[in-house]
């Protein structure tokens, strides 16, 4: 509905191997591409899916001026956050830096279960992302961020009470991809349909 550019819609988290590529921005994931929760933004917080566009900008002062007259950017962050919550083993073990699920079958005197490790470890896992929801420009079309490289930076922590749901807090930082086609697609692009494919 109009206006466009306006958007009121909840986005949704797919996570892959780093290499995957990346659908056209009118087609549904499909290969390696993983929701991220069981049923997708179903199982995130009303909070939901939040961009941040972080960066330090130094200001260079003279002693003849009070303002700056040059900056640069000397540090800047992608991160995608929200709160899934979906404690299955296979969720929970993505958001904790993609430890393996085991899953045991039942056995005599042994109940079926799967678990997973709690350590994560010194290495990082990495993931390419991909946060797809409406795109700004029609109501059956769609936008895109493609992120090639990034890490669950967050801390998650899960609470545990009456009446609430328990929510993981997830934090992906998007990583230099250094095989990015321009040194500006190196934490990858947003692509935004307009019109459908002839």
């Known amino acids: 509905m109009t206006p466009y550019e306006i958007i009121m819609s909840p986005f949704e988290v ?9 659908p056209d921005v009118d087609e549904t994931p499909a ?29 260079h002062r003279t002693l003849g001026s009070t303002g700056p007259l040059k900056a640069a950017r000397t540090e800047e962050n ?8 979906d404690l299955t083993m296979e969720q929970y073990a ?7 699920v085991t899953d045991v079958p039942p056995g005599s005197g042994t109940p079926g279960h799967r678990d997973i490790t709690l350590r994560q470890g010194g290495s990082v896992a990495s993931f390419a992302l991909l946060i797809k929801g409406p795109s700004p420009y029609g109501d ?15 801390n998650p922590a899960p609470v545990f009470n009456k009446g609430d749901a328990a929510g993981l807090e997830v934090e992906f930082m998007a990583l230099e991809d250094p095989n990015a086609s321009t040194e500006a697609e190196r934490f990858g692009k947003l692509v935004a349909q307009d019109a459908d494919a002839t």
């Open 14 to 22: 797919w996570v892959a191997p780093v290499g995957e590529s990346f």
């Open 140 to 154: 059956s079309w769609a936008m895109q961020y493609q992120v090639p490289r990034a890490i669950q930076n967050g």
């Open 31 to 59: 290969g390696n591409w993983a929701k991220l929760g069981t049923n997708g933004k179903l199982n995130y917080s009303e909070d939901g899916v939040t961009v941040t566009h972080e960066q330090t900008i130094s200001a």
């Open 78 to 85: 992608l991160l995608i956050s929200l709160t899934l919550e």
């Open 94 to 100: 993505k958001v904790l830096n993609n430890v393996s």
